[in-house]
């Protein structure tokens, strides 16, 4: 599919990524006004909040809030509505653009806000390289991969609460910490503070039993990039038996604008071959995985940055809809809202690694920046942005910047003044 052209010129522009192919769903807000429910196109955001009010769009009042949870409670049907209805109204040849001029605002005059309130949030395991690479760091080359992982999506179940949207200062936790060769473990601030490049599938659709992978592909509304801030040092004295706890729990950072899987839909292709054949209620009936390409840079305080990684989405081993399958396996009830975290995207080479923890083998090599400083793991000032598109034939889907600042941890957490 081509680039289709829009009469906001700089949706046409080479490198937009934002063109008429994409239309993601944010919520904006200008001055002190209530955020409100926009679309980005070109250099802009569509006011749908208005655009509603205005009668121009029928969504049964869903975009009258502050978040798309009440539309994505509507459908399918509804989502391919909106986005036939947008796409007809932004298109070059629109019959009347001058009715929609008075409702778009530039982009960088906005503020974005959470695009929708999280339900839950489940982050996943599901690079085979991510796994490994970690694995062997924590269990030495022989157990790297656990024994269940080909067979299981793994993940944890997470905290809602935790997820912030990009431009949200992100502060270095304390934490209880034990080093491998002390006795005893202490109380302090993360020196292992690290972030992973991820991919968020946010569900649309309520369910309350089984759900079969095909069914959970219709039921993911779209994506989001998502930085799953970690602090090695906690994760590492905590992790067994239950998971991962407070190593994760201080933020998760989503970028401002839902990607529709309509969107991703000429992107689509297959997960990689298995070693060991899937059960068949996470056989993959068609392909779930998207060709988006990432990347995260990383830039301390007030300096130019750095690409620490590329990777490409389609690395992974398991896609967000066998995640969201096996999730429903055994009942589990999903909600409109749910977050589904990829896990770290990772790919077979050393420049493709999606955390820090692997690009610095544990630490013990830490990276050159272009500013000639190094990096283990994250410093405070330290700010992080994570990047992604699809490339098309002459029009990308992007997906906005991920973006955060890290803050010191506090002098003393427990401080009362
Ligand atoms: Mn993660």
Known sequence: MPLQKSWVKSANAAGSPFPLNNLPYGVFSICDVTPRCGVAIGEFVLDLTALEASGAIDCKATLQGSSWNAFMALGARAWTTLRTQLTTMLREDAEDPERLKPHLYRLADVQLHMPFVVAEYTDF?????????????????????????????????GRASSVVVSGTPVRRPWGQLKAPNVPEPHFAPSARFDIELELGAVVGMASTGPISVAEADAHIFGYVLLNDWSARDIQAWEYQPLGPFQAKA??????????????????????????????????????????????????????????????????????????????????????????????????????????????????????????????????????????????????????????????PALDDPYGRG
């Open 250 to 407: 201080t933020a998760t950072t989503i970028s401002p604008w839902i990607v529709t899987a309509a969107a991703l839909e000429p992107f689509r292709c297959a997960t990689p071959e298995r070693e060991v054949p899937l059960l068949p209620y996470l056989a993959e009936p068609f392909p779930t995985l998207f060709d988006i390409d990432l990347e995260v840079l990383l830039a301390p305080d007030r300096k130019t940055p750095t690409v620490l990684t590329r990777t490409n989405y389609k690395e992974m081993y398991y896609s967000s809809a066998q995640q969201l399958a096996h999730h429903t396996a055994c009942g589990c009830a999903m909600r409109v809202g749910d977050l589904l975290g990829s896990g770290t995207i990772s790919g077979p080479a050393p420049g493709n690694r999606g955390s820090l923890l692997e690009l610095s083998l544990g630490g013990q090599t830490p990276i050159e920046l272009d500013t000639g400083e190094h990096r283990s793991f994250v410093e405070d000032g330290d700010t992080v942005t994570l990047k992604g598109a699809a490339q098309g034939d002459g029009f990308s889907i992007g997906f906005g910047d991920c973006k955060a600042t890290v803050l």
């Open 125 to 157: 395991y599901a690079s085979r390289h991510h796994a490994t690479n970690v694995g062997t760091m924590f269990r030495g080359a022989e157990n790297a991969l656990p024994p269940n992982w080909l067979h299981i999506p793994i993940g944890y179940n």
